[in-house]
Nanobody, 125 residues
Framework: QYHLVESGGGSVQPGGSLRLSCATSGFVLDDYVIGWFRQAPGKDREGALCVSRSGSSICYEDSIKARFHVSENSAENTVYLQMDNLQPEDTAVYFC??????????????????WGQGTRVTVSS
């Protein structure tokens, strides 16, 4: 059974950093793409921020690429999202999800079948 658990959220001031963790179990991590998503208060969940597999990753938007970085500890079956220079607009619940590899084009929410429960990030002064 696919299981993903996010952690590491919290409250930070603008310019601060957080590292989110996505602990996985029930599947072979390197056989899947892990996507990171977020849902801001009162808004729909955004498309994938970043996706990764086997240590390689891509973040889609320029504002995200410059500040967010994905890493993986395959021995721990955990994927990390390092978020630097956080801004109030980054306030959201952040989710990780597992999806199939090999997609041509940009990954979207509909490509991911297993989701964590989310971890809340609040950025305010």
């Amino acid at each position: 059974q696919y299981h993903l658990v996010e952690s590491g959220g919290g409250s930070v001031q603008p310019g601060g950093s957080l590292r989110l963790s996505c602990a996985t179990s029930g599947f072979v991590l390197d056989d899947y793409v892990i996507g990171w998503f977020r849902q801001a208060p009162g808004k729909d969940r955004e498309g994938a921020l970043c996706v990764s597999r086997s240590g390689s990753s891509i973040c889609y938007e320029d504002s995200i690429k410059a500040r967010f970085h994905v890493s993986e500890n395959s021995a721990e079956n955990t994927v990390y999202l390092q978020m630097d220079n956080l801004q109030p607009e980054d306030t959201a619940v952040y989710f990780c999800a597992a999806g199939p590899p090999g997609l041509v084009g940009r990954y979207e929410e509909r490509h991911f079948g297993a989701w964590g429960q989310g971890t809340r990030v609040t950025v305010s002064s």
